[in-house]
């Protein structure tokens, strides 16, 4: 899957509109299938640096004649800023994206083997939606970007790009804020 979404990219569009709603499960890839927009021009066309996604994200589907102007929004997992709309104490793991059979492409699409730096977090979508902004007490600022079949209820698992680090992490009870 990585591969095409990094080679998906044909240059022409026949979209029959010039925004796409984001949905649950989305990513850029199917996107640009459903709608013959390559991936590359999705990222271009709406300043996005990375393949993460949100549901109800507005997406322009055409280039658009004004000049663009920089993402007004700071990387979630760089963030410094952000209104804390829930605060709760979770069990919180630590992954990686480089163990035996795993494919290193979270369920919203970020590639975490191609972007070791980012700081994303499996949820569980009924307690923290996908695409939020959270905070989590000794990891920092993250987006919900991934799921697990152990992270059920008030569970994370934390994205380490190194497995050493991540046992080195193991299981503990952590802060976590919703940012707004």
């Given amino acids: 899957m990585a591969l095409f979404l990094l080679l998906g990219t044909s240059l022409t569009t026949s979209a029959a509109s010039d925004v796409y709603t984001v949905k649950s499960g989305d990513t850029l890839y199917k996107i640009s299938q459903q709608t013959k927009v390559s991936v590359t021009n999705l990222k271009t066309w709406n300043g996005l640096k990375s393949n993460l996604i949100h549901p109800k994200q507005k997406?322009?589907?055409?280039?658009s004649s004004a000049k663009?102007?920089?993402a007004s929004k700071p990387t979630p997992s760089r963030s410094a800023n952000g209104t804390v709309a829930k605060e709760?104490?979770?069990s919180a793991t630590a992954y990686t994206a480089s163990c035996k059979g795993c494919s290193g492409i979270?369920?919203?699409g970020i590639n975490l083997k191609k972007n070791p730096g980012l700081k994303v977090i499996a949820v569980d979508p009924k307690v923290i939606k996908l695409g939020t902004k959270v905070w989590v007490e000794g990891y920092g600022y993250a987006v919900a970007g991934d799921t697990?079949?152990?992270i059920k209820g008030n569970?994370?698992?934390?994205f380490i790009p190194t497995q050493s680090q991540a046992l080195k992490w193991g299981r503990k009870n952590v802060k976590i804020k919703i940012l707004k």
């Fill in 59 to 63: 997406l322009k589907l055409k280039k």
């Fill in 68 to 70: 663009p102007v920089a």
């Fill in 88 to 90: 709760f104490t979770v």
């Fill in 106 to 108: 979270t369920r919203t």
């Fill in 148 to 150: 697990g079949g152990a």
């Fill in 155 to 158: 569970k994370i698992d934390v």
